[in-house]
């Protein structure tokens, strides 16, 4: 007697895409790390992150995020805090190494 498998055979995996990833700049906390939104192929489902500020410029770079612009205040704050930090220029260099040289 011939049974019918249970479940069909699964397709074949095919490549996926690569996943854009984006990252937003919103605040800073303690003069020390970076709150930024995180997301991968969509801008509007993010995830809030915060980080050091030397761990944000290296997680952007290994995640080759594309750099949203921030709000004006929230842009002049962090760079003001990250001069404290010996960081100047910290989001302008995070764009210049995103792979379409970011958009802030």
């Given at each position: 007697?011939?049974?019918?498998?249970?479940?069909?055979?699964?397709?074949?995996?095919?490549?996926?895409?690569?996943?854009?990833?984006?990252?937003?700049?919103?605040?800073?906390?303690?003069?020390?790390?970076?709150?930024?939104?995180?997301?991968?192929?969509?801008?509007?489902?993010?995830?809030?992150?915060?980080?050091?500020?030397?761990a944000f410029e290296?997680?952007?770079?290994?995640?080759?995020?594309?750099?949203?612009?921030?709000?004006?205040?929230?842009?002049?704050?962090?760079?003001?805090?990250a001069w404290r930090?010996?960081?100047?220029?910290?989001?302008?260099?995070?764009?210049?190494?995103?792979?379409?040289?970011?958009?802030?």
């Open positions: 007697m011939d049974q019918e498998p249970l479940a069909a055979p699964l397709p074949e995996a095919r490549p996926s895409a690569p996943m854009q990833a984006y990252v937003r700049v919103t605040g800073s906390r303690l003069d020390t790390y970076v709150e930024f939104e995180f997301s991968l192929n969509d801008r509007d489902l993010t995830v809030e992150l915060i980080l050091p500020f030397r290296d997680f952007c770079e290994r995640q080759k995020a594309v750099i949203l612009p921030p709000e004006p205040d929230v842009a002049d704050a962090l760079e003001r805090q930090q010996h960081q100047p220029g910290l989001l302008r260099r995070v764009a210049a190494r995103a792979p379409d040289g970011g958009e802030v």
